[in-house]
């Protein structure tokens, strides 16, 4: 008889071998987990102990039949497959590579970054130059750490008020100059990634400007971080540029404390938004300083990405059924990535009601956009929809279509059983002859009830502050009016066309103050107002013309 012979796992090469670019770091200091660099591509790939002298053993000398009958009993045929097939998929075998991001200065990172290199591993950032020396030793970081608590200590006294930067008008030059500040800041906070790195050996790699989500900033490519094998050191290189961010931010506080006038506005004005920014970067439910800060310290490769697909399985199992999904993370990272997964549709759905408001504005065009945006939402949604079905190996749709219709109806009575007060947002304006409302004269703009209640609040590029309220008055008809108190800057040029309407018994508003003012429309409930306000009046503005 002869021999017989396994069968070959689907596109793992017949005799496995590890990649020439590979190298594989051992790990030290206590840690368990190797590490494989890829040269060729810039990734790294962190694995256990068994994977990597599994890895270390293919020398492209045996087939798999080979490898199975000299690994076995120890590693059953199965496991060596499961491996096999997760080292080809990462590309760490002959045969086998990934795609590269590609070596041009121009490159496309997901999810919205569009980069450009200025610098290919930079020599002012490597190990024992001066930059690193100046950046990131223990008196810089002191400083550093003295300006942050030396701006929160100036605003929590009272010193200076920074806050009131963000919650009023300021002048829109204030706001050019802050920006970039803000760009320059980042530079800092680029150059701080770096320095950290190149203070416990590294090196960056590339070092260049881009467009992030649209946002002009500079970025610094530190992924040599993942040869550190202190995971101390690797969250420090994370955490450099929010502290370097927080400390400039403190700087510009100290300053607007100790000055007066324009000075003092403008500086509260870049220690706002230098602090807004810093603050955003902690985020960890994106990639940004914080997530990588947490997966360093956790010591979890690719913490965010498992932890949303074992959440995907779940929720996937629960509504289609089929086989129990195994988890990859312990169960409490589950919260966390239920959270990484709605995090980016809470940002979404607050860009589709400002999206929603400036299309309206453009008539039947912005209209018919806006409608063509919502149905490729709702596509997108339903594809993703598909895909669960199929990852979860459920054998009918039949109970993921009455889950799905279950969880619907649910939602719907909800929503149908909420009363919500509808509203507009417009402006006020105090003058001699009393206080006016200034609502937008663009379609789908509704009258403000008679003797229904205004709020008045100050509008600033990062929020508003309210200031009183007022009672709807009569209509006074539809005037040209300046577009500024419409705006959360002051100083801008132009004007649009206004219903005018006087306003009683408001209080807080003083002579010569302007600013937003939110009117109550009507009643009814959530699920009426987000149809009529998504669907049937963006469709009644196209039918009409």
């Not at 012979?5 to 071998?17: F, G, I, K, L």
């Not at 961010?245 to 324009?262: H, I, R």
């Not at 929720?315 to 709605?342: E, K, M, Q, S």
């Amino acid at each position: 008889m002869g021999t017989a012979t396994a069968a070959p796992v689907p596109d793992v090469p017949t005799r496995p071998q590890v990649r020439p670019g590979i190298e594989l770091i051992a790990p030290e200091n206590g840690e368990r987990a190797w590490t494989a660099a890829d040269h060729d591509s810039g990734r790294f790939t962190r694995l256990g102990a068994g994977a990597a002298t599994l890895l270390q053993g293919l020398d492209g000398t045996r087939d798999l039949d080979r490898l199975r009958a000299d690994l076995a009993p120890s590693v059953p045929a199965e496991v060596l497959d499961t491996a096999l097939r997760r080292f080809t998929d990462l590309g760490l075998l002959t045969g086998t590579a990934p795609e590269s991001p590609g070596n041009g200065r121009f490159q496309y990172r997901r999810p919205a970054a569009l980069q450009f290199t200025v610098f290919r591993r930079p020599g002012f950032l490597a190990p024992g130059r001066p930059l690193p020396r100046l950046m990131a030793n223990r008196v810089s970081t002191a400083l550093c750490g003295a300006a942050v608590f030396a701006g929160l200590a100036v605003v929590l006294s009272g010193a200076v008020r920074i806050s009131e930067a963000a919650w009023r008008p300021q002048p829109w030059q204030y706001w050019a100059i802050a920006m970039g500040v803000v760009i320059a800041v980042n530079g800092l906070h680029e150059l701080a990634h770096g320095a950290c790195l190149a203070r416990y050996g590294g090196h960056a790699r590339r070092i260049g400007v881009m467009l992030l989500y649209l946002t002009p900033a500079m970025f610094c490519d530190v992924t040599d971080v993942w040869r550190l094998r202190d995971r101390r050191q690797r969250v420090m290189v994370a955490l450099a540029g929010v502290t370097c961010q927080l400390g400039c931010a403190g700087v510009l506080a100290l300053g607007s404390a100790v000055t007066a006038g324009a000075a003092c506005d403008l500086l509260g004005v870049c220690a706002t938004m230098t602090t807004f920014a810093g603050l955003f970067n902690l985020l960890p439910f994106i990639k940004l300083d914080g997530y990588i800060a947490l997966m360093a310290w956790v010591d979890i490769p690719n913490l965010r990405e498992k932890s949303m697909a074992d959440v995907r399985a779940l929720a996937g199992w629960v509504a289609f059924g089929g086989p129990r999904p195994a988890r990859t993370l312990a169960d409490g990272w589950a919260v966390y990535g239920a959270v990484c997964l709605l995090f980016p549709w809470l940002l979404l759905g607050n860009l589709l009601i400002a999206g929603r408001a400036a299309l309206i504005g453009f008539g039947p065009m912005g209209a018919l956009s806006w409608l063509c945006l919502l149905a490729a939402l709702a596509l997108h949604i339903a594809v993703r929809l598909f895909h669960a079905y199929r990852a979860s190996g459920a054998r009918t749709p039949l109970r993921g279509l009455l889950a799905l219709g279950a969880g619907a109806a649910v939602l719907a009575g909800l929503a149908h059983a909420r009363p919500y007060t509808e509203t507009e947002y417009g402006a006020y304006t105090v003058t001699g002859d009393g206080v006016r409302l200034l609502l937008p004269d663009a379609p789908g703009v509704r009258a403000p009830q008679p003797g229904g209640e205004v709020s008045l609040m100050h509008l600033g590029i990062l929020g508003r502050q309210p200031v009183g309220t007022a009672v709807t008055g009569t209509s006074m008809g539809t005037e040209t009016v300046p577009a500024e108190p419409f705006l959360p800057v002051t100083g801008i040029p132009g004007s649009l066309s206004a219903k005018v309407y006087t306003l009683s018994r408001p209080t807080g508003a003083e002579p010569g103050d302007q600013g937003m003012a939110v009117v109550a429309t009507g009643s009814t409930d959530l699920l009426t107002h987000l149809a009529r306000a998504a669907v049937l009046d963006p469709w009644r503005l196209v039918v009409d013309g």
